[in-house]
Each structure stands twice: as C-alpha cells, then as structure tokens.
C-alpha cells in the first residue's frame, strides 16, 4: 500500500453571505516510500491548498473538507489537532515556498532547529546543538555552528531555504511536502536546492510531494507527474509518459506555451488562450473547456471522467484528448462519432470534424495547437 | 548604426550613514561599466540573476536613476548629459514596460485616462475625442476589448494588465521599448500569450526591444541578442542561437545549465554545473574577476588580480574571460573539489563577503566530464 493515498480530497471555502469557493474538488493521488510525485498546475489550480489539508495548516473555521487522506493508515483529515501535531514535524513535513516568511525573524537559525529536535526527539542542550549544527551542515551550510546564532535575515535566500529544509529532515520524516520551494530563488540556487532535495529522496527514501508550476523542475525530478487544473487532476502520468505523450489539451497546452531554452528560436510559443477566470464549475462540465480547442458539446454533459486513452497508467480527464503522436489509428478509436456538433464546419476545410471549436477566436494558435492530431483528423473525416 | 549605444555606463548608489550628517561610506557598484549597442528593430536580451544590476541599467537608459558615468547614446544624442526637459521629451521615443502591471498602473485612473496622460504630456492628438480613438486602435491591437477604456486596473486579470502596460508604452509611438521582466508575474499560458503578442507587435511596428528578465528561456526566445550580466558588467554577449550553442564564459554555461527544461530526456542527459554559494554583494565586489569567487575553472593567476575586458572572439560574440579559449579547448578543466554539494567546512573568507551571504571558492559538481561538451 502507497505511504500517502489521497482519495477525493475537496476543500471547500465557505463565507456567509457568499457563493462557496471550491479550491480543490476531488483530487487523488498516492505516493510511495522513495517516489517524488509531482503536482503541477497555475495558480490556482487548488496545488497549495491541498498540501496545507495534508497538512492540517487550514484554517478550521469556514473551510469544509471532503475525502480521505490516509498517510500509514491514519486518515490526515480526521485526526484530532493533537494526533496531528505528533505526526508534524517527525513523520509529515513542509517545506514552504518563501523562506523569509516562514522563519521567526526574531529567533535565532539554531533554536528554531533544536525546537524541533526536543519536540519529537527530546535532545536538550549541548546534544541538540550538536545535532542541529550536523544538520545544517548535512544541507550544505557552511560554518554550521556559527550559522546556529545567527538570525534569518542575516542568511542569503538560498541559504534560509536550506536551512528551512534542515528544519523539515530534522526527524527524519517519511513523507516531505514542498511546496514551490525554488520559486523565490534565482536559478542556480535552485538547481543547489533541487539537487539537496533529490540527494535526501535518494539516499534517506523519503518520500517526496512536490508542488511547483514549473514543467522543467518536474521534468527533472519527479517520478509521477499529476497535472491539476481548477481543483481536479486532468492529468496523471509517469513522468516520461507525460512529457512525451501529453493528452489532455491543457497539459498539452502548458507545455507548448513554455519557452525552450534548446529550441531553436524562432518558432512560435502555442499558448492556452484566455484566462484562468475563463473557468466552468465541474459540475457542468470540463472546466477547462472554455479555454480548449478541442471543445465540444459532449464537453459540457457533466465531469469528464478519469480515463486511459493511451496506456495504463496514464490517466486523462477529457472527452476529446489530443493524442499528437501522429498515430491516427489510436486517436480514431478514443473519439466518439463525428456527427454530435452542429454548425462546425467554420473553415470549410474537410467534414465536420470533431475537435473544430464552437468558439473559434485564433485560428492560427488553434491550427497549431492541434498539431499533427488535428490534420490526421480532418483527413480522416473528409 | 546602432539605434541606442552605451559606453561605459556605471551607475553607483551612495550608502550613507549618520545621525545629523550624512556621510557616504561605500557604494553600491549597481552597474559597473557596461557597453554595448542595440541595433533598429532588434530585441536585446539583458539576462542575469537578482543583483546583478539588470533593472537598474534599464533603468539607466530612461534616466530613471542617475547615470554615474558612461554614455547613453540615442539616435545620435547622449542621453546621460541632456537637461531634465529635453530628456523628457525624448522619452517619448523610449518607453519602458515593467514588472509588476498591477503596481505600475494608478488604481484611481480608469485606463483612457492612463492611456492618454502621456499623449497629453507630449502634445499627441489634438483633442480627447481625437486620443480616444487612438487608443481604441492601440487597445484592440494588443487584445483588450474597447469597453476597457472606462474601467479600471483591479478589474482585470494580470495578462490583461500587462496588456494595458504594453498599450501605455505604444500610444506614444515609441522607437525602443525597454521591458523590464515583461512576463516574470504571470502564469505560464499567460505569459507565452504576452510574449507572442511582443513579436507580434514588434514586426507589425518595427519596433526595438530591450527586455530585461531573470529567465535564460524566455530571453533566448525572443531576442537577437544576449547579454549575460553578473555583478554589475556584462560577462559574455552574442547572437542568441550562438550563445546556446557555445556558452564561453563560465557563468554563461553554468547558468545555462541549471535553468530547468521541460524535457525529462534532456534532464536526465545534461551536464550540470552546480555553482556553489551567493552572489557576493554589489557594495564590495570581489577584486580581478567578479566571478572568480564562484568560477569552477578559476586559475592562480589573472582572475583574481586584473579585471577581464570584453573581448571580441568573431561573429559578435564578446566575452569577459581570461581564459575563454583555453577552457573551450579543454585546456583547462574544472577543480572537482566538491564531493557533495558544499563540501564541508569548505569556506573560503575572501574580503567580499557582504551582508549577501558567504562567497565560498569556486567548486564544482560535474555530472559528465563537463569540458568535454565542446
């Protein structure tokens, strides 16, 4: 059984007087002892707020939540303040985006660390400085033990976020939770921490929740990549798997619209149009729709569920997935009948092929977008 | 000839101190003697870490900070040297978009009203009616709805504020648009839309670029030319399919290496140049080369003694490295001093570590045989 199995987890923000806010609605996902999961999405997209429920850092009051959460058998989301604070810290914990903000400014790097040690492993003294300063130096602080006396502001972001992780190994936890944590940092400070971060997965076997928007750190240290947008997992994969064949337009979508540093230049960026307030509640349909190319009215007859047009294990939550490989055979039999849109013969280019949008703005995008799916398809139809 | 020249440009903060008198203590050497030329119709790439000065040199070539030394050249005209009111109404013809669209956008102006203050300022149009019309053309070019002009900047999205920010700089007719970090606040699919939306504009309007930004990716993509910056100067500058192909100056390749691909082929193939510690402090840079403290390929002699210049190697690819060739030819190899990722105990206390952090020596974590890549 996976170390964490998070089963239709929601979080539900409720204000009197106001329509509830559906942050996270449905995700599931496991993680493994030693596996790196990886949930990417915009902002958002409901990746924060369902590390902070795995957490028990929610707010109580005006937050409602739904599923299971089972870490080792304990459900994260019933567990009494008490139980949970036991497991924070020693089994469970977090690495935060901003490293500034989530240290005491008026404390000192060395009590903050040896809190933590007296808290789950009841070092006092001379001891826990000893370890704590053995800690730090684990995460490549240099001069440990005159780092223990100094205050946050007086480290270098990269060096905070060191010891921000220090403070999160400190008890050898078996799950860690990191949410952006190399989004405020300059780029080769984060390939240091990236790298620290995937020296503790491999040698101590903890398992990894990593939680970023950026497709290049996913690509180089996750195993397993779940791809959210508004609150639901669109897409799962395996980490090749999804970077090779991605298959729901909106992962297919993000990846075209980030720039290659080894492309060649040039060539245009193919990105999602619109906005993420261009959003439609699950309920009635895929959310993403109004921004999708491939959006049909089939789109709107309630939540798409997760499927496996491609390969087991790779799961895709989408009517009409792009299946860009070039294989039209697989893409012909994951489509349904190419007669449900009325009015779609916008360009006059072939029949009425099934991933023509309703709402056609930007032809050109779109024609790009579809790539090589898209003409495999018209030619079919015609 | 080239549309906007800098020689030498510094731009050097006064640090103060004192109750009563304030007495300059130091300085900050924000930008430290940068040239270089930006030719019409192009996109000039400044990339580089936090610190290292880009903004500040962008903001140099408006005038938004004084310019401590150096040339601006402008279409034939110094920049750095002209009376506060010519400059301003040279500024017309360089405009500058920046980071944040939210913080640079008055919340109490609804947007005709933003849009047309610089117009009134530089006497374009004849009357509003006459303005308005303009900037109903501007604003449906860069995709924003005519019913925009009446609201105000909390009532959109950050792709359309930065939108609205583009659509400032343009109302004016500018010959050279400086971006400071254009799409750096924005959501991946936002920001391609705004990047495609630059190039867009820019072959439609012939207009020239200079865009600042933090992201190596994002200023390859859309620039002819690129200038790595660190600490202050330009470290190495060429044409942006060279600059990817044959990185010669030390930074430049670890740099290339640590910004992430989404490619896990990639990922798993490439070399990594981990480059260990900060950024030593801009108020008390290191001596001979600014890189040296970091530099994998640093040698005994030179780098920490005399300064490199720009140096021309052919097709426009200027580097400041002693020893470029040598490294490119394998001559010299990286000191494999770092097992882990800072080796324990490995600090090396050289006079420059400022309040940003300790600067250890150069050490460098080598995944391939990191010279043999060229």
């Not at chain 1, 007669?339 to 916008?346: C, I, K, Q, S, W």
Request: hydrophobic residues 40%.
């Amino acid at each position: 059984m996976a170390l964490l199995s998070v089963d239709e987890l929601t979080v539900t923000f409720t204000q009197r007087g106001r329509r509830d806010v559906k942050a996270v609605s449905g995700v599931s996902f496991d993680v493994d002892q030693g596996q790196v999961v990886g949930l990417v999405g915009e902002s958002g997209c409901g990746k924060s707020v369902t590390s902070l429920a795995l957490m028990g850092l929610l707010p109580s009051r005006g937050v409602r939540t739904g599923g299971r959460a089972d870490f080792d058998g304990t459900d994260l989301l019933t567990l009494s303040p008490k139980g949970m604070r036991d497991l924070r810290g020693s089994q469970l914990a977090m690495i935060f985006q901003d490293p500034l903000s989530s240290l005491n400014p008026v404390v000192p790097i060395g009590v903050q660390v040896t809190e933590i040690l007296a808290r789950h492993r009841g070092m006092k003294g001379e001891a826990a400085r000893r370890e704590a300063a053995s800690l730090l130096d684990r995460v490549g602080i240099p001069d440990p033990t005159r780092r223990l006396k100094e205050y946050p502001h007086q480290l270098s972001g990269g060096m905070r976020q060191r010891a921000l992780i220090a403070m999160a190994v400190a008890c050898a936890p078996r799950l860690l939770i990191a949410d952006e944590p190399t989004t405020a940092l300059d780029v080769t400070i984060q390939a240091q921490i990236l790298e620290l971060l995937r020296e503790l997965v491999d040698e101590e076997g903890t398992a990894l929740l990593m939680i970023t928007h950026d497709l290049g750190v996913v690509a180089g240290l996750c195993d397993q990549v779940n791809v959210l947008y508004a609150g639901k997992v669109v897409e799962s994969a395996e980490r090749r798997e999804l970077f090779d064949a991605p298959t729901h337009p909106y992962a297919n979508g993000l990846l075209g619209s980030i720039p290659r540093l080894d492309a060649p230049r040039g060539e245009p960026l193919r990105p999602v149009r619109g906005s993420i307030n261009d959003t439609i509640a699950w309920e009635d349909g895929c959310a993403f729709a109004p921004r999708c190319d491939h959006y049909t009215l089939e789109c709107l007859k309630g939540t798409p569920a997760l499927e496996e047009p491609r390969k087991p294990g790779h799961q895709v939550r989408c009517v009409n997935p792009v299946l860009s490989d070039g294989a039209a055979g697989l893409r012909e039999s994951a489509l349904p009948g190419p007669d449900e849109v009325p009015g779609t013969e916008a360009d006059g280019e072939g029949g009425p092929a099934v991933d023509e949008p309703v709402e056609k703005t930007e032809p050109a995008e779109k024609d790009a977008a579809v790539g090589t799916a898209g003409t495999a398809e018209k030619e079919a139809g015609a | 000839m080239s549309l906007l020249q800098l020689n030498g440009v510094k731009v050097h903060f006064p640090v103060k101190k004192g109750i009563l008198f304030d007495r300059t203590v130091g300085h900050v050497y924000a930008v430290d003697g940068v040239s270089l030329s930006v030719e019409p119709g192009q996109t000039y790439g400044l990339v580089g870490e936090s610190g290292c000065g880009k903004t500040t040199l962008g903001r140099a070539v408006l005038r938004l900070v004084d310019i401590t030394d150096g040339e601006v050249v402008f279409d034939g005209t110094d920049l750095a040297k002209l009376p506060d009111e010519e400059m301003r109404r040279f500024r017309r013809r360089l405009q500058m978009v920046f980071q944040d669209p939210l913080g640079s956008l008055n919340p109490r102006q609804n947007i005709e009203s933003i849009l047309s203050e610089g117009m009134e300022a530089h006497g374009i149009g004849a009357d509003q009616e006459e303005r308005r019309e303009r900037i109903r053309k501007i604003l449906a070019r860069v995709g924003l709805p005519a019913g925009a002009l009446s609201r105000y900047p909390h009532e959109f999205s950050g792709g359309q504020r930065q939108r609205i920010g583009i659509a400032r700089a343009l109302v004016l007719e500018p010959d050279v648009i400086i971006c400071d970090e254009p799409v750096s606040a924005l959501d991946v699919s936002i920001q391609a839309q705004v990047i495609n939306l630059l190039e867009e504009l820019q072959q439609e309007m012939g207009l020239t670029y200079v865009v600042i930004a933090h992201d190596l990716a994002v200023v390859r993509h859309i620039s002819d030319v690129v200038g790595v910056m660190y600490l202050g100067s330009l470290v190495e500058e060429a044409p942006s399919d060279m600059l990817y192909a044959e990185p010669r100056h030390p930074y430049t390749r670890a740099l290339m290496s640590a910004v992430p691909v989404p490619d896990p082929e990639v990922e798993d193939n490439r070399e990594r140049i981990l480059l260990t510690g900060d950024l030593p402090s801009p108020a008390n840079p290191p001596a001979g080369c600014r890189f040296h403290t970091r530099c994998p390929w640093k040698q005994d002699t030179l780098c920490t003694t005399d300064r490199p210049e720009l140096r021309d190697l052919g097709g426009g690819h200027r580097v400041a490295c002693h020893w470029a060739e040598e490294i490119a030819d394998g001559r010299i190899s990286p000191t494999h001093n770092a097992a882990q990722v800072v080796p324990a105990g490995h600090e090396e206390h050289g006079g420059h570590a400022g309040h940003a952090g300790p600067a250890e020596a150069g050490a460098v974590k080598t995944e391939k045989a990191a010279t043999a890549a060229e």
